[in-house]
Nanobody, 128 residues
């Protein structure tokens, strides 16, 4: 009952930046933690970042720490992933996913299991 739509992907030069958006529609609640995941060609899906329903807790994979920033605007039902200093190895389809948190407003885990809803993904290509 919750629909997630990613946007903002595209082609960017190494060292460049992109901002991904994850917009929620349908049944919408502020009681979801949101995770960003990515899947590179020929590789397994991996967790990138997450943000708790309150926005008060964020976590990042070591590979993106210091370069990516996750944020959310619950009034707009949108979560963002600001990606800076992009590297070719960041090339992947990026997915957002929602996990029902209820009163656990500091829940923030970017494991695929446990996510209740998934977007269809947006492609990020980092290349010269």
């Amino acid at each position: 009952q919750l629909q997630l739509v990613e946007s903002g992907g595209g082609l960017v030069q190494p060292g460049g930046s992109l901002r991904l958006s994850c917009a929620a529609s349908g049944f919408t609640s502020a009681y979801y933690a949101i995770g960003w995941f990515r899947q590179a060609p020929g590789k397994e899906r991996e967790g990138v970042s997450c943000i708790s329903s309150s926005g008060g807790v964020t976590n990042y994979a070591d590979s993106v720490k210091g370069r990516f920033t996750i944020s959310r605007d619950n009034a707009k039902y949108t979560v963002y992933l600001q990606m800076n200093s992009l590297k070719p190895e960041d090339t992947a389809v990026y997915y957002c996913a929602a996990q029902w948190a209820g009163v656990l407003n500091r829940l923030c885990v970017f494991d695929s299991n446990g996510m209740n809803y998934w977007g269809k993904g947006t492609l990020v290509t980092v290349s010269s």
